[in-house]
């Protein structure tokens, strides 16, 4: 199965939500992955858990994780920390 995920750019920014088309194969489950620099702390030495996102708008609630690699230095803005999830067309 091959799909592909698109989401408009207007003005630099993105609008809307994520269309994923089935390009080959059956609808199914794909692998969504998304990324975000944090600094760990004495307090946090991990970045907060992703949560939310659906088959149709894979990335996460809150605005804090990423489709692509952020930009930023590992000193000034820590580290890249990635998360990846499976997602059904079925909901689950």
Same mark, same amino acid.
């Given at each position: ?26 609808? /199914?489950?794909?692998?969504?992955? #998304? ?5 760990? !702390? ?6 907060? $858990? ?12 809150? /605005?804090?994780?990423?489709?692509? #690699? ?5 000193? !000034? ?6 998360? $990846? ?8």
């Amino acid at each position: 199965m091959v799909w592909r995920a698109e989401r408009k750019i207007k003005n630099g920014q993105y609008n809307g939500e994520w269309v994923i088309t089935k390009i080959v194969g059956q609808k /199914g489950s794909f692998k969504s992955m #998304v990324f975000r620099r944090f600094k760990p !702390t004495i307090q946090q030495l991990t970045p907060p $858990t992703p949560t939310g996102g659906t088959y149709n708008n894979p990335l996460p609630d809150g /605005g804090l994780w990423f489709d692509g #690699v952020p930009s930023g230095d590992s000193k !000034t803005n820590g580290p890249v920390w990635a998360s $990846t999830r499976i997602f059904h067309d079925d909901g689950t």
